[in-house]
């Protein structure tokens, strides 16, 4: 009789653990700063702009290869954690006004570093990231004649093969640095090429990249998006 109890004892208590609607023990949901797995934090904080899996969208594919081989550690974390001041990028981390702690940042750092490809410039001699210098906007002007003119069109106003990257409300939204990273790295998911594919057998030199950035920047309207002339 008694081992009757407790079979029955231990069988309403299993019951009860597996009551319909009652918790289990591992559904508890963390807190927004206890997450620290880098899919999550990347899709509710950066797929929106740079697209799923790093893809592209309105912004740069943080997964493109040849972003991630001319990027260092320092600027994405820097970009991640701070925002590019002026633009569409804002800043994630908590001391820069942001929500997500220095954890969660490392987090989305080192998974976007984790995308990439060992090798892949291997032979190649890209521009570097950060320019060195400043550009001149005159020599700009036919850098671009030369190598960006025939899919945006002679003044950037855009063409069928290319956006008009001259466009007031683009260059609002974009910083040096963005135009720069672009000319260099392309973006492939657009069909924009690198440095190196808009002349065949022509690469870009470091200097003439960052001439033309100086002459798109030169093109940035006062007030971007104004549909008629300043009184």
Not at 108 to 119: A, F, L, N
Not at 183 to 196: K, N, S
Not at 200 to 206: A, E, K, L, Y
Request: with cysteine; hydrophobic share 40%; glycine share 12%.
């Amino acid at each position: 009789m008694k081992t009757l109890m407790a079979a029955l004892g231990l069988a309403v208590l299993t019951a009860c653990d597996s009551a319909p609607g009652r918790p289990r023990s591992d559904s508890e949901v963390p807190a927004p700063n206890e997450v620290v797995s880098f899919r999550p934090l990347y899709a509710a904080n950066c797929a929106a702009c740079h697209g799923r899996e790093g893809r592209g969208g309105p912004a740069i594919g943080l997964a493109d290869p040849v972003y991630l081989a001319i990027a260092d550690d320092a600027a994405i974390r820097g970009a991640v954690a701070a925002g590019v001041r002026g633009t569409a990028m804002p800043a994630f981390a908590r001391s820069a006004g942001g929500t997500l702690t220095d954890a969660q940042i490392d987090a989305i750092t080192s998974g976007i570093q984790s995308w990439r490809r060992p090798g892949v410039l291997d032979g190649a001699n890209p521009p570097f990231h950060a320019t060195r210098h400043p550009g001149d906007a005159r020599r700009g002007e036919k850098v671009f004649a030369t190598f960006c003119a025939s899919c945006h069109g002679a003044r950037g106003e855009g063409g069928a093969k290319g956006s008009a990257i001259t466009n007031d409300s683009f260059l609002a939204l974009i910083s040096d640095q963005g135009l720069r990273t672009i000319v260099i790295a392309g973006r492939a998911d657009l069909g924009a090429p690198d440095w190196r594919g808009n002349v065949t057998g022509r690469p870009m030199s470091d200097d003439e990249v960052a001439d033309v950035v100086a002459w798109l920047a030169s093109r940035r309207a006062e007030s971007p998006g104004r549909p008629y002339s300043a009184p």
